[in-house]
């Protein structure tokens, strides 16, 4: 098997005959040798029986991979790269946001090229809000300082990669999978390719704001230590501060006797303490959920079933 795609969808009933179409299409006259692995995630729409559809079909290979319920994108595209056995695997979304005939583009790149061992696409231009621009860049800045591994401005999941890539990620077990971090945690050459995102065909974004916040922390939390590093050297900074506060009021009492207005700075200085114990102590908190997440050692999917296509016709 030389290409293995793997298709999550979730809620995409009227997208999978879509893109199981573009892309039988694409390798109809092509000697490439490949399969689609789509990952139903839990869908609460027709999307398993459309699937089951395409799968009696039988115009090429597929597999499909039935989520017991919703797991999240991460889940099903490691679910997807588990399952794929193609010597090149990539990852294209079911929205037909991707065009798939750029598959082709990213083979190529990877075929003529020894050195890459990975294309990652990136949108050339974002139709997203202002307000989401601004803070993905914020995110990103801010990820790239506190970092070691480097984090690609905008770049999507839409990836292809070689076989000892996609082990090397596979070989990752942790659970709470933030991939954007772990596809750039385990080295190897990425070339990154510009695309062009095209409008959601059918269905609607499963991204919304809160979603995306969450996903942020999840990166950061995940790939850095940073913050609680953070929350000690502001705790060494207040100490010392309040140390030397302390020691002037001494003085000023000695000196000057009892002053009692001070009302103000008395009420500031403990909201803004409380206010950076919550926090710490918030960061704390984040990572030991994590942890106690990842102790827990629940497997990243759990699948009710898995169908495949006998043989198929080409
Ligand atoms: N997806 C998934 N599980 C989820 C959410 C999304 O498998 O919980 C899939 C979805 O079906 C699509 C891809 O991930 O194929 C990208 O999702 P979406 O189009 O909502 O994201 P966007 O393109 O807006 O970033
Ligand atoms: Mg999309």
Redesign the pocket.
């Known amino acids: 098997m030389k290409l293995s795609i793997v298709?999550?969808?979730?809620?995409?009933e009227k997208n999978v005959e879509l893109i199981h179409d573009a892309v039988v299409k694409l390798f109809y006259s092509k000697k490439i040798s490949y399969e689609m692995i789509f990952?139903n995630?839990g869908s609460r729409d027709n999307t398993i029986g459309e699937l089951k559809k395409l799968v009696d079909k039988n115009e090429a290979n597929i597999k499909v991979v039935n989520f017991s319920r919703?797991?999240?994108?991460e889940a099903?595209m490691y679910a997807g790269l588990k399952e794929s056995k193609g010597d090149y695997v990539s990852i294209i979304?079911?929205?037909m946001?991707q065009n798939p005939s750029l598959l082709l583009k990213m083979l190529g790149i990877l075929e003529e090229n020894e050195n890459y061992d990975s294309v990652a696409a990136y949108p050339e231009k974002r139709k997203e809000s202002k307000v989401l621009v601004f803070f993905k860049k914020i995110f990103y800045k801010l990820i790239n300082k506190i970092v070691e591994i480097e984090f690609v401005d905008g770049a999507s999941?839409f990836r292809m990669f070689k076989r000892p890539m996609v082990d090397a990620i596979l070989s990752m077990q942790e659970y709470c999978r933030f991939s954007k971090g772990i596809f750039s945690w385990v080295g190897f050459n990425t070339y990154y390719m510009p695309y062009q995102v095209s409008e959601?065909v059918n269905g609607?974004?499963?991204?919304s704001f809160w979603k995306l916040f969450k996903y942020a922390i999840d990166g950061i939390v995940s790939f850095t230590t940073a913050p609680l590093r953070m929350a000690t050297i502001l705790g060494l900074f207040i100490s010392f501060g309040s140390f030397v506060y302390f020691l002037i009021v001494i003085i000023q009492t000695v000196i000057c006797g009892i002053d009692v207005p001070g009302y103000a700075s008395l009420i500031g200085i403990s909201l803004l303490l409380g206010g950076i114990q919550l926090l710490s102590l918030g960061i704390i908190g984040e990572y030991l959920a994590r942890n106690y997440m990842e102790n827990k050692k629940r497997p990243i999917y759990i699948a009710r079933e898995v169908l495949e296509t006998k043989k198929a016709k080409k």
């Open positions: 298709i999550p969808c979730y809620n995409e990952v995630d919703n797991f999240g994108k099903a979304d079911a929205d946001q999941d959601r609607t974004s499963k991204w």
